[in-house]
């Protein structure tokens, strides 16, 4: 069973940029399409961003411009660089391969507030 580790996020101000990381143990993460998803309280999960393994990627419209996810095979790593943060992107961060999902991740939490 592949294991993700999500980190990275943290407080910052609107305007501001972080970058989250996600660990994935396992040989077939490099086969796999991964995203990230979000989720803040009361509310559905949310694709925000997807990578193939052929490194296309896609993003949701509220993200589109200001965020890049990418991907290091080598090193069983996703990355999403957020830029331009908005009080709106605050959320509960999550990395998980498109579809069949593994098991979730703690995730990692992103607070944009002034």
């Known amino acids: 069973q592949v294991q993700l580790v999500e980190s990275g996020g943290g407080l910052v101000q609107p305007g501001g940029s972080l970058r989250l990381s996600c660990a994935a143990s396992?040989?077939?993460?490099?086969?796999?399409?991964m995203a990230w998803y979000r989720q803040t309280p009361g509310k559905e999960r949310e694709l925000v961003a997807l990578i193939n393994t052929g490194g296309n990627t896609n993003y949701a419209d509220s993200v589109k411009g200001r965020f890049t996810i990418s991907r290091d095979n080598a090193k069983n790593m996703v990355y999403l660089q957020m830029n331009s943060l908005k009080p709106e992107d605050t959320a509960v961060y999550y990395c998980?391969?498109?579809?069949?999902?593994?098991?979730w991740g703690q995730g990692t939490q992103v607070t944009v507030s002034s």
């Open positions: 396992g040989s077939i993460f490099s086969a796999s399409a």
């Open positions: 998980n391969r498109h579809l069949p999902l593994w098991t």
